[in-house]
C-alpha cells in the first residue's frame, strides 16, 4: 500500500470538510494528520467522523487507511471492501484490498483484486512495482503478467515530442484533443481545445475546466484551474529537464505547503501527469495524483477530430 493514500488530491482531502456535526471534527481537521503519516492521531479522529456520517466515503476510505497503516490488516481488509462500495473510491479502495489481501496471504484474491483495480482505472505502475505488500507476490506469474501489462500500458503513444525544439508558446500544444484518462482517480475523459487565437488552451474534464496560457513578458506558463466546489487555483512554470512543471507556491487551505504538477512522457499519443506536495520547500516532494492521458479515438463529425487538430497545432 505504501503512501497510496496521499494519491488522493488535495481537493478530494478536503471537500467534504463542512457539514459536520459541532463536536465531530472534520476532514479539514483532520488533514495535517494525514498528510503527515500521523495515523495514531488521526484513527480515533476518523471513527467518529465514521460513527456520526456512514455515508463519508472520503472517511471510511481514510480510516481503512490508517488501520491498515497501523498494521491491524484484517480490520483494514474490510474497511477497504466498504470503501470501494463509493464510486470516487472504487479504484483506489479496490487496490488496497489487493494489498491487504497479499500481506495475508490470499495470493488469489490479491491477483483478482488488483486486476479489478487496473480494469476500474488504476494504472500506475511505479505504485504497484514499489509497493511493499506485493512482495509474497514477486515471484506470482500472475503478478508478473500484471507488470509486464501495465510497463506495455505505460509506453507513449507515439514518438516523444522534443519540447525544447518548439517555441515555449508552443509547448502546451499537444494537450489539444481528446483524452482518455487512466488515474488513481479512476477513469474519465478531457477535453481541450485553443482559443483565443490559440494563445490559451481551454480544458475541461468531469469536475473542472482550466486555461492555461503563455506569458511572454514574464517567459512562464500559468496554468488556471477552477472546479464545481469552487476551488481555484494558479499554477506557473515551463519548461524543465524535458517537462513541462508548474508550481503553486501557496495551496488552498495548506499555507504551509507547496505543490507541483508535471507533464512528463509526452507524445502525440500520451503523456502522464503528476500532482505532489512539499511541505519542506521543495526538498521532498509526496506525490498525491497520477494519471495517464491517452489520446481518445473520436469520429470525425463535421470537422477534424482531437487527434487530427493536435497534429495541426504543431
Same mark, same amino acid.
Given at each position: 500500500? $505504501?503512501?497510496?493514500?496521499?494519491?488522493?488530491?488535495?481537493?478530494?482531502?478536503?471537500?467534504?470538510?463542512?457539514?459536520?456535526?459541532?463536536?465531530?471534527?472534520?476532514?479539514?481537521?483532520?488533514?495535517?494528520?494525514?498528510?503527515?503519516?500521523?495515523?495514531?492521531?488521526?484513527?480515533?479522529?476518523?471513527?467518529?467522523?465514521?460513527?456520526?456520517?456512514?455515508?463519508?466515503?472520503?472517511?471510511?476510505?481514510?480510516?481503512?487507511?490508517?488501520?491498515?497503516?497501523?498494521?491491524?490488516?484484517? &480490520?483494514?481488509?474490510?474497511?477497504?471492501?466498504?470503501? &470501494?462500495?463509493?464510486?470516487?473510491?472504487?479504484?483506489?479502495?479496490?487496490?488496497?484490498?489487493?494489498?491487504?489481501?497479499?500481506?495475508?496471504?490470499?495470493?488469489?484474491?490479491?491477483? &483478482?483484486?488488483?486486476?479489478?483495480?487496473?480494469?476500474?482505472?488504476?494504472?500506475?505502475?511505479?505504485?504497484?512495482?514499489?509497493?511493499?505488500?506485493?512482495?509474497?507476490?514477486?515471484?506470482?506469474?500472475?503478478?508478473?503478467?500484471?507488470?509486464?501489462?501495465?510497463?506495455?500500458?505505460?509506453?507513449?503513444?507515439?514518438?516523444?515530442?522534443?519540447?525544447?525544439?518548439?517555441?515555449?508558446?508552443?509547448?502546451?500544444?499537444?494537450?489539444?484533443?481528446?483524452?482518455?484518462?487512466?488515474?488513481?482517480?479512476?477513469?474519465?475523459?478531457?477535453?481541450?481545445?485553443?482559443?483565443?487565437?490559440?494563445?490559451?488552451?481551454?480544458?475541461?474534464?468531469?469536475?473542472?475546466?482550466?486555461?492555461?496560457?503563455?506569458?511572454?513578458?514574464?517567459?512562464?506558463?500559468? #496554468?488556471? #484551474?477552477?472546479?464545481?466546489?469552487?476551488?481555484?487555483?494558479?499554477?506557473?512554470?515551463?519548461?524543465?529537464?524535458?517537462?513541462?512543471?508548474?508550481?503553486?507556491?501557496?495551496?488552498?487551505?495548506?499555507?504551509?505547503?507547496?505543490?507541483?504538477?508535471?507533464?512528463?512522457?509526452?507524445?502525440?499519443?500520451?503523456?502522464?501527469?503528476?500532482?505532489?506536495?512539499?511541505?519542506?520547500?521543495?526538498?521532498?516532494?509526496?506525490?498525491?495524483?497520477?494519471?495517464?492521458?491517452? $489520446?481518445?479515438?473520436?469520429?470525425?463529425?463535421?470537422?477534424?477530430?482531437?487527434?487530427? &487538430?493536435?497534429?495541426?497545432?504543431?
Amino acid at each position: 500500500m $505504501r503512501t497510496l493514500t496521499i494519491l488522493l488530491t488535495a481537493a478530494t482531502l478536503l471537500a467534504a470538510s463542512s457539514a459536520a456535526a459541532d463536536d465531530t471534527p472534520t476532514m479539514a481537521d483532520i488533514a495535517p494528520h494525514i498528510q503527515a503519516q500521523e495515523w495514531d492521531e488521526a484513527l480515533p479522529l476518523l471513527k467518529r467522523v465514521v460513527e456520526a456520517e456512514p455515508d463519508n466515503g472520503q472517511a471510511v476510505f481514510y480510516l481503512a487507511y490508517a488501520t491498515h497503516a497501523s498494521g491491524d490488516i484484517k &480490520a483494514a481488509l474490510k474497511l477497504h471492501q466498504r470503501a &470501494a462500495t463509493f464510486d470516487n473510491f472504487r479504484p483506489i479502495a479496490t487496490y488496497n484490498i489487493a494489498c491487504a489481501h497479499a500481506l495475508l496471504g490470499h495470493e488469489d484474491q490479491a491477483i &483478482a483484486a488488483l486486476k479489478k483495480a487496473i480494469a476500474g482505472g488504476f494504472g500506475n505502475l511505479e505504485q504497484v512495482e514499489g509497493d511493499g505488500d506485493f512482495d509474497s507476490l514477486r515471484d506470482h506469474a500472475e503478478f508478473k503478467a500484471i507488470l509486464a501489462g501495465l510497463r506495455k500500458a505505460a509506453e507513449p503513444v507515439g514518438d516523444l515530442i522534443d519540447l525544447a525544439s518548439l517555441p515555449p508558446e508552443r509547448r502546451f500544444d499537444f494537450f489539444a484533443g481528446t483524452w482518455d484518462v487512466q488515474s488513481t482517480n479512476g477513469q474519465h475523459r478531457v477535453t481541450a481545445g485553443q482559443i483565443l487565437d490559440n494563445r490559451v488552451l481551454q480544458i475541461n474534464g468531469p469536475n473542472f475546466a482550466s486555461l492555461i496560457t503563455y506569458v511572454p513578458t514574464l517567459k512562464v506558463w500559468k #496554468w488556471t #484551474w477552477v472546479s464545481n466546489r469552487g476551488h481555484h487555483d494558479v499554477l506557473v512554470g515551463g519548461l524543465d529537464h524535458g517537462r513541462m512543471v508548474l508550481v503553486q507556491k501557496v495551496l488552498r487551505d495548506r499555507p504551509n505547503m507547496i505543490g507541483r504538477t508535471i507533464f512528463s512522457n509526452i507524445s502525440q499519443g500520451s503523456f502522464e501527469m503528476d500532482w505532489a506536495v512539499s511541505a519542506d520547500d521543495g526538498k521532498t516532494w509526496q506525490r498525491e495524483y497520477h494519471g495517464r492521458y491517452v $489520446r481518445a479515438r473520436v469520429a470525425p463529425s463535421g470537422g477534424t477530430s482531437g487527434g487530427a &487538430a493536435a497534429q495541426a497545432s504543431h
